[in-house]
């Protein structure tokens, strides 16, 4: 392959260093650039953001003047929809438009119903639901420093996911790998979503495991990461 680059956007309360096992496994294949979203990680000093528009315009800045080599974008969960818009400013920019883009345990926005406001419950309930929707790695719960420490975090990262509105825009011309775990709360038909957003083929991978199957897999999620952008680079 190519020197390729792959941008890798965070789920809901993560960090660039959530993906670090990705930098070990694909690292001598893959130039692997793990995102930082403000108020977290390396960016703790800067303060949160808690609408969707405003994050895919801090990851598009980011990124815009290191498109010009083969790349990809892989978003998790609330990463996901994030990318997805990135790839639309993307296009809209006529910037050089990524190899592929990899949204995980996430459907197509336009299937997103967005009926919940779970980012406004009270503070025992917020994490009980969060519990019950399997949003956060299940050692989270165990630590009562982690809860307090990223409370605001993830309520903020909540209320970007909630308050988010699908707008239908012409499609991209990219390449889609979904990837989901199969015991994710997640239907196919909401998996398939992901090909109304482009005129390119939208193909569904499933691993065996929960909302965080990547951690649970991460093998699977690289060799599939890398078997598809090793197809695409031939093309290039």
């Known amino acids: 392959m190519p020197d390729i680059s792959l941008f890798m956007i965070p789920f809901a309360g993560g960090s660039r260093y959530s993906f670090e096992v990705f930098r070990t496994l694909c690292g001598d294949k893959l130039n692997v650039c ?15 953001l808690s609408e969707i528009a405003e994050m895919s315009d801090d990851v598009f800045e980011q990124i815009k003047d290191r498109l010009y080599q083969p790349y990809a974008v892989f978003g998790h969960s609330m990463g996901a929809i994030i990318g997805y818009l990135v790839v639309k400013k993307i296009h809209a920019a006529g910037l ?3 190899l592929c883009f990899f949204p995980s345990g996430r459907g197509g926005p336009s299937a997103d119903k967005n009926d919940r406001q779970y980012h406004l419950l009270p503070r025992d309930q917020f994490f009980v639901k969060l519990k019950e929707l399997n949003g956060m790695p299940e050692a989270f719960f165990e630590d009562a420093s982690l ?5 605001p ?3 903020a990262d909540f209320k ?13 011309d990219v390449p889609v790998c ?3 775990g199969t ?9 398939q979503a992901w090909q109304h957003e482009t005129t390119a083929p939208a193909e569904v991978t499933e691993i065996e ?15 599939i990461i890398l078997k598809k952008l090793s197809l695409y680079a031939v093309r290039y």
Do not use: K
Not at 147 to 151: A, G, H, Q, T
Not at 166 to 171: G, H, K, L, N, S
Not at 183 to 190: A, L, P, S, V, Y
């Open 34 to 48: 793990c995102l930082e979203l403000p108020g977290r990680g390396a960016r703790m000093e800067e303060p949160l």
């Open 96 to 98: 050089p438009m990524p």
């Open 147 to 151: 809860l307090e420490f990223f409370e």
């Open 153 to 155: 975090i993830i309520r």
């Open 160 to 172: 970007a996911i909630e308050t988010y509105s699908w707008e239908q825009t012409p499609p991209f």
């Open 178 to 180: 979904v990837i989901t």
């Open 183 to 191: 015991n994710d709360d997640i239907t196919m038909q909401e998996l």
């Open 209 to 223: 495991g929960t909302h965080f199957f990547l951690f649970e897999h991460p093998h699977q999620v690289a060799e």
